[in-house]
Structures are given as structure tokens and as C-alpha cells.
């Protein structure tokens, strides 16, 4: 069975600073692989996806995440981090013709200091 | 266009108690997932919906939770004889096929 681990439950960064969320997977093949904000009250938003192709994949909110095979990960980053992204980031891995019902890491929360 | 709705927002019941929750997905999407998000175990598959196909169940905790999908569109999901444990939020999404799921905002799920 796959899994998904976000080693860092809470990251706080100041405003304008970079950001770097890392997603490690462990699955035999190569998965589906998403990332997901949730604010707190509310569902869960999609930032971007991979699903072949090109490793570095743009998503909303300038975000972006690049998928490395060799080291099982799909990091998200952003260069400058504005106080409204304060939130708490999933990575999702679902496996591929086999209704890819997703698995979610345990999620990172996200602190902007002003 | 719309996106995934639930009803209700929030549920307050009472230990033993049935509930039924209810998703509305977005026009035309033939996929149909559930997910359950609690504070000791995260995010966690529950149950999966393909067009008429058999669901997948293989995620449901226990064999008091069920999920129904009627006419390939509204799904409910309904716990009987809830327990504390049974307390969290529960998620919908829906996906035009098995690839990218779009939650809805969830139904918060509190038993006394």
C-alpha cells in the first residue's frame, strides 16, 4: 500500500520569504500526485497536480512542485510567501487506474509572520 | 459553475444516534469519494462511488457506515448507533474521471 509522509507539522516563515513544503511517497510505481490547502472551516482546494510529463508542474497562487523519481518526492514551493497563504498544506498520492482513491499525508500548517 | 456541496454543515447527535450525511457533486462527474478528517488519524479514505459499478467500501471503519448513491449523482452516507469516536469532519469529492478530485466543504460531525 502507498504511503505519504510531510515531515514538518508546522513551519512558520515571514512574509516574503521562500517556502519549501516536502512530500515524500513510498508506492512501487509512479502514483498521481497532488497537492491540497485547506483553510481552517473549509474543504480542501487544489493547488496542482502531476500526473506525467513535466516534472515541474505550475499550480495556483504561485505555487509550484517538482516530482523527483529518484527520490520519491514531490516538493511544493513558492519564492515569496504573502500572509494570506497561512494555511495547512496536504500532499495526496492516489494510484493510478485503480480509482485512485487518495492517500494524504499528514498534512503541514503553515505560520506567516508579518 | 457549482462545486461540491454537503448538508449539513454541521451535525450534533447524540451517542447511538443514526445520521445520514449527504453530498451533492459537481454535473457530470462520475466519480464519487469519501473521506473522514479527525484529529488522531488525519485524512482517510472511506468509500468510492464509479458511475454503476460496485463501490469500493474497502476503507469503511466499521459496518455501521454505509454509503448509498442514487441515479449516479447524490450520494448519502449514513453512520447508525454513533460513537465519540464516529466525531469528525467529513469529506466529498467528485472527479469527471479517476484523476483530479474536487472536495467539497465538508460536514463537521460532533457525537455527545
Known amino acids: 500500500a502507498q504511503s505519504v509522509t510531510q515531515p514538518d507539522i508546522h513551519i512558520t516563515v515571514s512574509e516574503g520569504a521562500s517556502l519549501e513544503l516536502r512530500c515524500n511517497y513510498s508506492?512501487?510505481?509512479?502514483?498521481?500526485l497532488f497537492w491540497y490547502v485547506q483553510s481552517p472551516g473549509q474543504g480542501l482546494q487544489l493547488l496542482l497536480k502531476?500526473?506525467?510529463?513535466?516534472?515541474l508542474v505550475q499550480g495556483i497562487k504561485g505555487f509550484e512542485a517538482e516530482f523527483k523519481r529518484s527520490q520519491s518526492s514531490f516538493n511544493l514551493r513558492k519564492p515569496s510567501v504573502h500572509w494570506s497563504d497561512a494555511a495547512e498544506y496536504f500532499c495526496?498520492?492516489?494510484?493510478?487506474?485503480?480509482?485512485?482513491?487518495?492517500?494524504f499525508g499528514g498534512g503541514t500548517r503553515l505560520m506567516v509572520k508579518p | 459553475g457549482a462545486g461540491v456541496s454537503q448538508s449539513p454543515s454541521n451535525k450534533v447527535t447524540e451517542k447511538g444516534k443514526d445520521v445520514e450525511l449527504r453530498c451533492d457533486p459537481i454535473s457530470g462527474h462520475t466519480a464519487l469519494y469519501w473521506y473522514r478528517q479527525s484529529l488522531g488519524q488525519g485524512l482517510e479514505f472511506l468509500i468510492y462511488f464509479q458511475g454503476n459499478s460496485a463501490p469500493d467500501k474497502s476503507g469503511l471503519p466499521s459496518d455501521r457506515f454505509s454509503a448509498e448513491r442514487t441515479g449516479g449523482s447524490v450520494s448519502t452516507l449514513t453512520i447508525q448507533r454513533t460513537q465519540q469516536e464516529d466525531s469528525a469532519v467529513y469529506l466529498c469529492a467528485s472527479s469527471p474521471k479517476q484523476e483530479t478530485q474536487y472536495f467539497g466543504p465538508g460536514t463537521r460531525l460532533l457525537v455527545l
Open positions: 508506492y512501487g510505481a509512479t502514483p498521481y
Open positions: 495526496a498520492v492516489g494510484v493510478r487506474n485503480a480509482g485512485n482513491m487518495l492517500t
Open positions: 502531476y500526473f506525467s510529463g513535466d516534472t
